[in-house]
């Protein structure tokens, strides 16, 4: 008898592979290859995560109403079109299985986030990338590979892993150049730590348009990706969509509780950016005063080029041995690029440090 066989396209997948968190040998570390909060999570949050602890035996709220309601309170929105889930990542999980299938195609830029072809060979459909300019996603030509086959577009604003974004301006000139029946998603994972002011996060293009969806994240600035709590702002209908897909209690009681506390910290998230608008600058100069080519970031990372997927495996080696972690991107077709998170002050001279022995020893 032969075996149950999986639907068209999931053997196609190669699993994703998440950034290393230990070195063999090495009882202190410091993880960069994650793009985790530098400073962590906000005290309060850690609090509110505590006190749930005396409720682990109740349900968490199905819709995530007060968490909406506090999302909504603090940037703005209306939180009829909130909707939480376990991280960023379910909810585009959840778009693409909505409104993607066999024969179709969901479009992204080269350099994207590994998890949008995983998630069109996972429902059948066909992932197609649109090549870079610059590690920049090139508008006309995502607009050249939009056939009547496209049903999802994504975009990371900013993008992970290069740290290059679109501009409010050519995100309208993407989303103007789509047929009305096809979704836009902005996963803006990483916008809390983008202060430029031809920048939109996607807020106004939703509240403008039936067929554009914004996702944001608490994994990043908010130093919460344990917990896996993320949050999508949409039109009405996409919203009704994803409430009858998603988990009745996809989102889990503590993470609720933490996500509402960590909303209402001004202070730590203000010293989080901070702490990104002098490191990331820093470190890109230093490393480019050492020969490397860090490429020009807005997120909390930096991808750095060494010339060759030799020299970038040895330069990952060499890190590792001195206890810091960084991530090797070949998966996403960047084998010459180390990504490198902004970690603390003491991590990021560390990581110069590291790198400006190498860069002797070569």
Known sequence: MSAPSPRPGILNIAPYVPGKDSVEGKETIAKLSSNEGALGPSPKAMAAYAKAALELHRYPDGDSGKLRAAIGRHYGLDAERIICGAGSDELLNLLVRAYCGPGDELLYSRFGFLMYPINALGVGATPVAAPETDYRADVDAMLAKVSNKTRVVC???????????????????????????????????????????????????????????????????????????????????????????????????????????????????????????????????????????????????????????????????????DGLIPRLVAGYGLPEHLRITIGTEAEVKAVRDSLTKFAVKQ
Do not use: C
């Not at 509240?207 to 949409?234: H, P």
């Open 155 to 321: 975009v990371a604003n900013p993008n992970n892993p290069t740290g290059s974004y679109l501009t409010k301006d050519d995100v309208r000139r993407l989303h103007a150049g789509l047929p009305a029946n096809v979704l836009l998603v902005i996963d803006a994972a990483y916008a809390e730590y983008v202060s430029r002011n031809d920048y939109e996060s996607g807020v106004e293009l939703v509240d403008q348009a039936e067929n554009v969806v914004m996702t944001r994240t608490f994994s990043k600035i908010y130093g919460m990706g344990g917990l896996r709590l993320g949050w999508m702002y949409g039109p009405a209908g996409v919203v009704d969509v994803i409430n009858r897909l998603r988990q009745p209690f996809n989102v889990n009681l503590a993470a609720q509780a933490a996500g509402i506390a960590a909303l209402a910290d001004i202070a730590h998230t203000d010293a989080s950016r901070t702490n990104n608008d002098i490191w990331l600058p820093w470190l890109s100069r230093e490393l480019q005063q050492l020969g490397f080519d860090p490429l020009p970031s807005v997120g909390n990372f930096v991808l750095v080029g060494f010339g060759s997927r030799e020299r970038a495996v040895a330069a990952s080696d060499w890190l590792m041995n």
